[in-house]
């Protein structure tokens, strides 16, 4: 059974897990959270943001006035990083570790609260002698190395914005996003280390920046990472260690208005142009450090704590840098790959470092699992005390196999739902206190209003599916779109009256926990990271050779989905073409150039029409179920009904890349 299938059987799977009694001290303080919620929402996350540190105190949680635009706890003052890093030193715990960096080569750092705050202030001053001010945008292009986090914090502390742009984009996505953020400044590295090589960062920015394609930008700052040969450009690169040399040392954190804006971070929607999610500062940081301590049970004073998101995708905004530095975590970050030098590469971690709470995506378990449990058994897990999974379904198979194989049969699970847009989690069962279901994210956290709808908008009963949305405003949400505000307000408040939707199918099963069933938008998930066919269509029909593109997600068994495009090819531009094998490999490599090699189709088909409607839209469920090998669904909408045995007989001939 591949992952997909048996997410869509998973309202079916009716083991539970108690839970684990070591949990029990946590669970009495957790079901309270459940309490204190529902008597008063707001009073409750007043509470969680006063654990923060304000500069000047709010008074007020939320204004909805101009509802769907949220201000949370408006009217206080605070210092982002001041919270991440200050705090901690002048509480006396600057001697805990912050960061265990591991290099891919094998390489250490250690950073204490205290030494990472010495850098931070550096870097603070840094930006500030480049010209960057409140407000501006920085965008980070760098691999997952300290300088990743440092530079993440020493933007917030100068209340300016950043945009990390994962190291996997390729150029022209870098200067679109550099484009629509009018970023001032650019920070990246010569490279990073991946699959035990170099692999060069700096050219996609050079190229990104060629000629004036992005002329708001004054400086990229470079990070030596690897020492292999860069192009300079006199003027404006600088190296970021002579810029930290340079830098004073001292640097007192402003206070800045809880709504000012913190990061902006793009992700795929469901048109060719990527959005780019706002969040601000003080709502945002208090539901990340919320969410932290209360679904990883973090005890900060014990605990290693490991995320192996990249700092590129909101998994490593919230649950690398701001979460668990807020609450004063010590933690790992790891730069390369699962597999580099060898296949139990992230066990040998665990092990070295004493790895307390494991957070990754089921692709990652998936592809363990493949590999088989020898790997993980020759290492010392035992540390490990809990497991968290993110960015899609876990299938039940994977969840009781990294509960078995990982966890020992002795860590919780929390299988946690959310997104770039709700900024921290939503959905999840916490430690102690839920009877944890194998592939379920079950229920929402305390202070979070989840709901699963039908068409109407009214809520479904249990045993029901529908849409997933969120009927009230939460502290972490998106504050926008930049610069669209109607995108924002079109996109997620206008299908419900009222009620954010998330783009997400999800059902209640017979207990009321919330299974979620994948996107019912033109939006993949592959791997975890999300995906639009739209933005890869578009990438498809800039090459010569295409007149038109139709691209679906289609079910792996290892990725979740994979990318699947039909082209149409113009009879005009083809006489330079080559067969069909090869002209596929051209046209994924084209993706991979246009958005980055996580975009690239596992399959082209060349197809002479596509199934479309009477107005013109094109039928992707129709193409899904080709692509997926499945009984082709009902046609009788189509513009002509032949279309689908044309398309049908060309996939029997064979004609995959
Ligand atoms: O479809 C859901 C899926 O990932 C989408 C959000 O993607 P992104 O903004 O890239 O954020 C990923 C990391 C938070 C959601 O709309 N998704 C995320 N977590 C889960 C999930 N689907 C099912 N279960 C999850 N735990």
Same mark, same amino acid.
């Given at each position: 059974m591949s992952a997909s299938d048996a997410i869509e059987n998973l309202a079916h799977d009716s083991r539970s897990f108690e839970p684990n009694p070591e949990f029990a001290k946590t669970a009495v303080a957790t079901s309270e959270l459940y309490d204190q919620a529902s008597n008063d929402r707001m009073a409750f996350w007043k509470a969680q943001a006063e654990k923060l540190h304000w500069h000047k105190p709010f008074t007020e949680a939320l204004d909805w006035t101009y509802a769907p635009f949220a201000r949370w706890f408006a009217d206080g003052k605070l210092n982002v990083a001041y919270n991440c890093l200050d705090r901690h030193v002048e509480a006396g715990i600057g001697s805990r570790v912050a960061l265990y960096f591991e290099g891919e080569p094998g390489d250490e750092q250690v950073y204490t609260y205290s030494t990472l705050l010495a850098a931070v202030k550096k870097a603070a001053n840094a930006l500030t002698a480049l010209g960057v001010r409140q407000g501006d945008r920085v965008a980070i292009y760098l691999p997952m190395i300290p300088e990743a986090v440092i530079s993440m914090l020493a933007v917030a502390r100068i209340g300016a914005i950043h945009s990390v742009i994962f190291g996997g984009f390729s150029a022209d996505s870098i200067a679109s996003r550099i484009q629509d953020a009018h970023a001032k400044l650019v920070i990246t590295s010569d490279g990073g280390y991946r699959k035990g090589k170099a692999s060069p960062l700096k050219p996609a920015v050079d190229e990104a920046l060629r000629g004036n394609n992005c002329p708001t930008v004054e400086h990229v700052l470079v990070v030596e990472r690897t020492g292999g040969d860069v192009d300079w450009s006199e003027g404006r690169d600088i190296w970021w260690k002579d810029a930290m040399h340079a830098a004073h040392e001292e640097h007192v954190a402003e206070a800045f208005d809880a709504e000012n804006p913190l990061f902006i971070l793009y992700t795929s929607g469901t048109t060719g142009k990527p959005k780019g999610i706002l969040h601000t500062s003080g709502g945002y940081l208090t539901q990340a450090t919320y969410t932290h301590r209360n679904v990883f049970d973090l005890k900060p004073e014990t605990d290693i704590y490991w995320c192996t998101a990249d700092i590129g995708w909101i998994t490593g905004h919230s649950y690398v840098t701001y979460g668990p530095l807020a609450n004063g975590a010590t933690q790992v970050i790891y730069e390369g790959?699962?597999?580099?030098?060898?296949?139990g590469r992230w066990w040998e971690i665990i092990q070295k470092y004493g790895v307390t709470q494991l957070y990754t995506a089921p692709t990652a378990i998936r592809s363990f699992m493949k590999l088989g449990r020898a790997i993980p058994d020759a290492f010392d897990l035992r540390s490990l005390r809990l497991l968290g999974s993110v960015g899609e379904s876990i299938n039940p198979e994977a969840w009781m196999w990294y509960r078995e194989v990982i966890g020992g049969n002795r860590c919780p699970i929390v299988d946690t739902w959310w997104q770039t847009e709700t900024g921290a989690i939503m959905i999840s069962p916490l430690p102690g206190v839920t009877h944890t279901k194998p592939g379920s994210a079950q229920v929402a956290l305390p202070g979070i209003n989840a709901q699963v709808v039908d068409d109407e908008g009214n809520p479904v009963g249990n045993d029901h599916g529908g849409y997933l949305t969120v009927a009230e405003p939460w502290?972490?949400?998106?504050?926008?779109i930049w610069g669209d505000d109607e995108r924002y307000v079109d996109t997620y408040? =206008?299908?419900?009256?009222?009620q954010y939707f998330a783009g997400d199918g999800a059902k209640r099963d017979e207990d009321g926990d919330i299974w979620l069933l994948g996107r019912v938008d033109d939006v993949m998930n592959v791997s975890g990271h999300r995906l639009s066919t739209t933005e890869i269509e578009s990438a498809l029909v800039s090459h010569h050779w295409v007149a038109e593109a139709a691209v679906v997600g289609a079910k792996d068994e290892l990725t979740g989905q994979a990318v699947v495009a039909f082209v149409i090819l113009r009879q005009d531009e083809i006489a330079d073409a080559p067969n069909e094998a090869d002209l596929a490999k051209v046209l994924r490599d084209h993706v991979a150039k246009q958005i980055g090699p996580i975009a690239k189709p596992r399959q082209i088909l060349v197809v002479s029409e596509l199934p479309k409607t009477?107005?013109?839209?094109?039928m992707r469920r129709l193409l899904r179920d080709v692509a997926e090998d499945r009984?082709?669904?009902?046609?009788?909408?189509?513009?002509? =009904?032949g279309v689908m045995g044309a398309i049908g007989n060309k996939i029997a001939g064979g004609a995959t890349d």
């Open positions: 790959t699962p597999d580099s030098p060898h296949p502290p972490s949400m998106l504050r926008g408040w =206008s299908r419900f009256d009222g009477r107005s013109g839209k094109i009984p082709i669904g009902d046609v009788t909408t189509l513009a002509d =009904s």
